[in-house]
């Protein structure tokens, strides 16, 4: 069984950062696609970044976010800079069973349970 762990959301100053982190157990984080998405409130689940072979991200976050994994940790994190307060939203990790990353939503089969940052301005 799968499961996926988030943790360090929280509340952070528009200019800010903030790391995610992602502990996965039951699947080796180095092995698969792991990715992160963000939800706003009323909207659909939107592709943030994700690492495998190679790592992409979302043109709206390329440059300020940084996908990194600690092998011996098994856990993927999202480190966020410079934050805005349009990056308000609920983070979610999620697997693929794959290498090559993709942004497609309904590629990945185990997801978080989200957690939440909020960018003050």
């Known amino acids: 069984q799968v499961q996926l762990v988030e943790s360090g959301g929280g509340l952070v100053q528009a200019g800010g950062s903030q790391t995610l982190a992602c502990a996965a157990s039951?699947?080796?984080?180095?092995?698969?696609?792991m990715g992160w998405f963000r939800q706003f409130p009323g909207k659909e689940r939107e592709f943030v970044g994700a690492?495998?072979?190679?790592?992409i991200y979302a043109d709206s976050v390329k440059g300020r976010f940084t996908i990194s994994i600690d092998n011996a940790k098994n856990t993927v994190y999202l480190q966020m800079n410079s934050l805005k307060p349009e990056d308000t939203a609920v983070y979610y990790c999620?697997?693929?069973?794959?290498?090559?990353?993709?942004?497609?939503?309904?590629?990945?089969?185990?997801w978080g349970q989200g957690t939440q940052v909020t960018v003050s301005s």
């Open positions: 999620a697997s693929a069973h794959r290498l090559i990353p993709t942004t497609e939503r309904m590629e990945y089969d185990y």
């Open positions: 039951g699947r080796t984080v180095s092995s698969y696609v």
């Open positions: 690492s495998g072979s190679w790592t």
